[in-house]
């Protein structure tokens, strides 16, 4: 309940600083705070001014990919939500767009070796 106050929290003071009043900025604070939960790290940690450990910094990236893409949120604003520069959220997007790529061919790859010989 804590943390929920304070996302509600940022989110408002966020709003009152870009002067916007922006629903894609709630909806990319609650992805942030659902990103947390699967990651398993507090909301609070996502905006902290160090990286933190590697969990913490792959929930950032992960929050900040899904906010860019879905929200359609520019990069700029996006990394005001967390504190972080541009090309911070650019190197970040980048980051879950490789791993997406590169998981995914490696399934296909290990499903085409799973099945059967024509």
Known sequence: MGNRTFERGRC????RAT????????????????VAVAYRVSPAQLSLE????ARTALAR???????HVT???????????????RTTVAY?????????????STMCWRCSKRSPAS
């Open 12 to 15: 408002r003071d966020y709003c």
């Open 19 to 34: 002067r916007t009043r922006d629903w894609r900025v709630a909806v990319g604070f609650e992805l942030s705070r659902l």
């Open 50 to 53: 160090t990286r933190g450990q």
């Open 61 to 67: 990236q992960v929050a900040m990919y899904l906010i």
């Open 71 to 85: 929200c359609g949120l520019n990069l700029t604003e996006v990394g005001r939500m967390f504190g972080r520069d």
């Open 92 to 104: 970040a997007c980048q980051a879950v767009e490789m791993r997406r790529t590169s998981r995914s």
